[in-house]
């Protein structure tokens, strides 16, 4: 058997739903509450009633616990997800598909599906993941292959090229069968690959759906009751068969920070919904708050050109991230050594990018902290100092050139003396010569 028939004309409605899931809820909260922030190293994992299950932050990957991740179990309905996979492989969502026949057994889910009627792969996918209708799943497999045999191939053959060693398939609904397993972390990974597809995404985070592509109007609520519950869950898909028990594959997302939980034979419904709550509240406690880089901060300094002290750059924004203890989280400036006005208070200078475990997750601009007014004349030649040595050393060349050219001017007037005074004397012998050859 799989999940029980809801959310279909004349099924249990959201408010029903949604309020048996809050009481759940409500149980859950007052056995575990919620210690406000985040710790950095989290306290022992809880008890956790379910035979295998994980959580793990949906980012990187990375497992925050877990117990018995690798067994091989029973899946149920969540064999819906590779079937899905497949689907959205292959099928454009508008295409319409003919609905086979399908005899479902009593306790099957199933929206009633017509043999002959036409529905499109989106509202045939709507069925399979949030009421998790068989009838459907057994529509879209022979949409994708001629029979069901050739559907499971592709099932097996999907698995093994996305690494799923401990997952076999037997049909695509998830009946109980001994081929038909997988493990907590093989569900994972794969629900890792299809939360890739935002088509996936949009799908499981609804709450209900009205399915308008068939002979019929058809509106169904999920069997999610944790989403119902719970406004931070937006997925995944629910599971229940004899040999399954109860199964759910659910993520949420808390100040940005997706994390993935599996749980697989749990024995009710509101057991499933406590473990993969507690599970989901014990993996967001390995994460806090951390503000690398604040608004109006400080972040770097650039020398000003003929200026004696330095520009601070400042952050124009905060950027904030729930990051793991285990995580690097990085700054790196990108920003001139040194400027030179005119720079107005509040220009772009240069840019901080931010970086978790190598990854980009914000970049602000550095902007100047104050105003830095254009050099002048005096500021290019050096600055007021420079500019006094340089007029005293033309002054002391000034200097020097007048006073080699007084030296210069005297020593020439001493030449012109002694030569006029050479002449005279010349003269004057020459006309007591011309005197005495007169006598």
């Avoid at 959205?88 to 009593?106: C, F, G, H, I, T």
């Avoid at 990854?359 to 902290?369: S, T």
């Avoid at 050096?382 to 033309?394: E, R």
């Amino acid at each position: 058997m799989t999940d029980h028939l809801v959310g279909v004309a004349g099924g249990r409605s959201v408010p029903f739903v949604r309020a048996r899931a809050a009481i759940v809820c409500a149980l859950i909260a007052l056995a575990f509450p919620f210690a406000g922030p985040a710790r950095a190293e989290p306290a022992p994992p809880p008890e956790i009633d379910a035979a295998a299950w994980l959580v793990l932050d949906a980012r990187d990957g990375e497992q925050l616990a877990a117990h018995a991740p690798r067994e091989q179990r029973s899946i149920a309905s969540t064999t819906k997800l590779m079937t899905t996979y497949l689907a959205l492989q292959e099928l454009p969502l508008d295409r319409r598909l003919v609905v086979p026949p399908y005899s479902p057994a009593p306790a099957e889910s199933v929206v009633g599906l017509v043999a002959g009627e036409r529905l499109t792969v989106r509202d045939l996918l709507t069925a399979m993941l949030l009421p998790s209708a068989n009838d459907a799943a057994e529509t879209v497999a022979l949409g994708v292959a001629p029979s069901v045999d050739a559907f499971v191939g592709r099932m097996n053959a999907a698995a093994a090229d996305l690494g799923l060693e401990d997952t076999h398939y037997a049909n695509p609904i998830g009946l109980d069968d001994l081929g038909n397993y997988s493990s907590a972390a093989d569900l994972a990974k794969l629900t890792m690959t299809l939360l890739e597809d935002k088509r996936f995404r949009s799908i499981v985070s609804l709450p209900e759906a009205d399915l308008n592509s068939g002979s019929v109007p058809r509106h169904v609520v999920t069997r999610n009751t944790l989403l119902l519950a719970d406004p931070t869950v937006d997925g995944v898909k629910t599971g229940h068969t004899i040999d399954a028990g109860y199964v759910l594959v659910a993520t949420a997302r808390r100040h940005g920070v997706p994390l993935l939980s599996v749980v697989l034979g749990a024995p009710s419904e509101s057991e499933r919904d406590a473990d993969a709550a507690q599970l989901l509240d014990y993996g967001y406690s390995f994460y806090k708050h951390e503000r690398p880089v604040a608004e109006g901060e400080e972040v770097a300094t650039a020398a000003v050109r003929y200026e004696d002290d330095p520009l601070a750059l400042r952050a124009r924004r905060g950027v904030g991230v729930e990051a793991r203890a285990d995580q690097d989280l990085g700054t790196a400036v990108d920003a001139p050594e040194e400027v030179e006005g005119p720079i107005a208070k509040g220009d772009v200078i240069g840019r901080v990018t931010v970086t978790l475990d190598g990854k980009v997750i914000g970049r602000v601009p550095l902007v100047a902290a104050g105003a830095v007014g254009a050099p002048g004349f005096v500021d290019r030649a050096g600055g007021p100092l420079v500019l006094a040595a340089v007029v005293i050393a033309v002054i002391v060349i000034l200097l020097l050139v007048v006073l080699s050219v007084r030296r210069r001017t005297r020593r020439l007037g001493a030449e012109r003396s002694a030569e006029e005074r050479m002449r005279s004397q010349q003269r004057r012998i020459r006309r007591r010569g011309e005197g005495g050859e007169l006598e």
